[in-house]
């Protein structure tokens, strides 16, 4: 369900029975002439419309205004918007304040830019990974008190966290593809991949007449084909279910 759409008790019916909630996360980003600068966004978006039908699930607005840096291309009259990611921090640890204070538990950021780089981050992933860290201590110490983890009530701390249930699991972020997915789907910035991920998901984001390859990161967006974006958005989609089922973290 999509949350601004949803009334109390449909809110209190998610909460009581711990259905999963999607933030999707993405920037505004110069994605060449032929692509819709909102292409990382849309991609989680168009995947997270697609579980909603088959799932229980709260799906929240989607966050835009990540940090979309100008290493592409300079932003003037190309799109790309950057908001640092010392503000991502703090506009990040409010919302999942407030998530928490309302009684979710079961919280969950998609992010496809730069999310090849995952592991290590990259600033508009990192921004929401501590705003999350921030918030749910802050959340635990104003509930529990100081030396809630010390506490002997959380004798079985590292059992739950073995099994994902500790409170540090509250809210996790994702990459919207893995390790093992970009072995098998071409993983880039506006070719082949993600022009061809577009055409599937998003086909109104996509003029291939606009489309130049003069620049190194577009030369292979010639080859792109809804069929390969259709197997990229399977690998995505098959992706998304086990984690919200809890069968992968």
Request: proline residues 4%; hydrophobic residues 40%.
């Amino acid at each position: 369900m999509r949350y601004e759409m949803m009334l109390p008790h449909q809110i209190r019916t998610a909460i009581d029975n711990n259905w999963p909630v999607i933030l999707p996360l993405g920037v505004l980003e110069y994605h060449g002439e032929h692509l819709a600068v909102g292409m990382d966004t849309f991609a989680v978006t168009r995947t997270a419309e697609q579980l909603e039908k088959e799932m229980d699930l709260v799906v929240l607005p989607p966050f835009y205004y990540g940090s979309g840096s100008s290493v592409v291309e300079s932003p003037e009259r190309r799109g790309t918007v950057q908001v640092d990611s010392e503000n991502l921090v703090l506009f990040g640890k409010d919302l999942f304040r407030s998530l928490l204070r309302i009684g979710f538990r079961n919280i969950h950021f998609f992010i496809h830019h730069q999310s090849e780089n995952f592991y290590q981050g990259m600033p508009t992933d990192l921004a929401f990974r501590l705003a999350a860290r921030q918030a749910i201590f802050e959340f635990l110490e104003k509930e529990r008190g100081e030396g809630w983890w010390g506490d002997n009530s959380m004798s079985n701390y590292y059992d739950d966290h073995e099994n994902g249930s500790d409170p540090f699991n509250w809210i996790q972020g994702h990459p919207l593809m893995d390790e093992e997915i970009i072995k098998n789907y071409p993983f880039d910035h506006a070719a082949k991949g993600e022009t061809s991920l577009m055409m599937a998901l998003c086909p109104e984001g996509v003029d291939m007449s606009k489309l130049s390859t003069e620049k190194w990161y577009l030369e292979t967006a010639i080859d792109a084909s809804r069929e390969l974006g259709e197997k990229g958005a399977r690998l995505v989609l098959d992706r998304m279910r086990r984690i919200l089922k809890g069968k992968v973290k």
